[in-house]
């Protein structure tokens, strides 16, 4: 398999990280985002979309969409599973990683901050203040649903899809200086998850294209 | 059971769709989202989270997040299936909602279009914009897909959930006159789901709480 990313998109660490604990290799295709890179003819061509990740499997398929590509990946080589067996934790699962992923990473992510600055003209003031709104409020409520059902990963003892996205959203709001002592039970999981080391040798500055 | 929703919110809209296709009853409870309702302390009790759509079950367990809610419904009420029976076909039309729900409506949503007028004072034309940006850009990725692979709905013949996805965001771009002829798939897909019952018989204005 061959997975085209950046080693600063979260939405591309969702996906090393779920190859790991699948002990899945690949080849890693850098593709970078600052440089625009997604948007080349050559890459439009090659994924479709021009978003990143993109996963190209043995026989030339396609697919991207880091949710939609672990859910494959756990569909297709089961162990260890990535999402619990039961409809509703499946469903608390599923609701966590998209309180990260379509409610808290769309609003900070690399073309949207680059409008913020370059079409809106926002100072960096108003940029940080626009970052900690969103990405602060939304670990909120997170942390509120690890509160109720407290775990040593986001759902029972082994880390699945909803790790995935949390980790890297955690690495970001780092990134951004915000607040994070306001979600403990978000921090305590994200603890347990770096010291695994599907998490650990999957980030950032460990890429062959980090900078 | 219980929908927490309301009329004009396109998460909710995806709900409703699914309920009507699954042939399930549920009692309609409006949240006024410009009127700030789901911040009031009873919502968020009643909710955990602050968020609409919540579909609360017959045994008060709380469901949120519109997609994790109806592959929840999909998978306790099979028939008709919103998923392909095939991985790479499940792959695809989460990605294809997933592109909306992760890279579209997040951007526009009421709270974000708040902060764009109230804390940060852009004008209408800088606000509308934005909004073209991310509707119009968002959507040439989805058209590209459903002309690689055309279908009557967006894969294959009947409803599912990437439809459930595509028609309340397709709602929201007319609303904002959004251009919408470079998407002609899109279009095509949107027309035939308009003509299905479980479509047309949800949409916002013949909603309990329609303004």
């Known amino acids: 398999m061959e997975l085209y990313n950046y080693f600063r998109s979260s939405a591309s660490w969702r996906v090393r990280i779920a190859l790991a604990l699948k002990g899945l290799d ?7 985002l600052v440089k625009k890179e997604q948007n080349s ?25 880091s949710m939609a590509i672990i859910e494959y990946l756990d569909e297709t080589f089961p162990q260890p599973p990535l999402l619990p067996r039961d409809a509703l934790g499946r469903a608390r699962v599923r609701a966590l990683a998209q309180d ?7 609003l900070n992510n690399t073309r949207v901050l680059g409008w913020l600055k370059g079409e809106l003209g926002l100072s960096e003031e108003a940029r940080n203040a626009w970052i900690h709104r969103w990405i602060e ?12 059902q407290p775990s040593t990963f986001c759902h029972g003892e082994t880390p699945g899809l909803a790790d995935c996205a949390l980790v890297p959203q955690i690495f970001n709001a780092q990134r951004f200086n915000c607040r994070l002592d306001h979600v403990p039970h978000v921090m305590r999981v994200h603890a347990a998850c770096m010291s695994h080391e599907a998490f650990s040798s999957t980030q950032p500055s460990v890429c062959p294209d980090a900078e």
Chains 1, 2 share one sequence.
């Open 26 to 32: 690949y080849d890693y295709r850098p593709i970078h």
């Open 41 to 65: 003819p050559e890459y439009l061509e090659t994924s479709g979309t021009g978003l990143v990740p993109l996963l190209v499997l043995d026989d030339g398929t396609k697919l991207h969409q």
């Open 100 to 106: 990260i992923a379509c409610e808290i990473h769309p």
């Open 137 to 148: 409020g939304g670990l909120e409520v997170v942390d509120r649903q690890l509160a109720a």
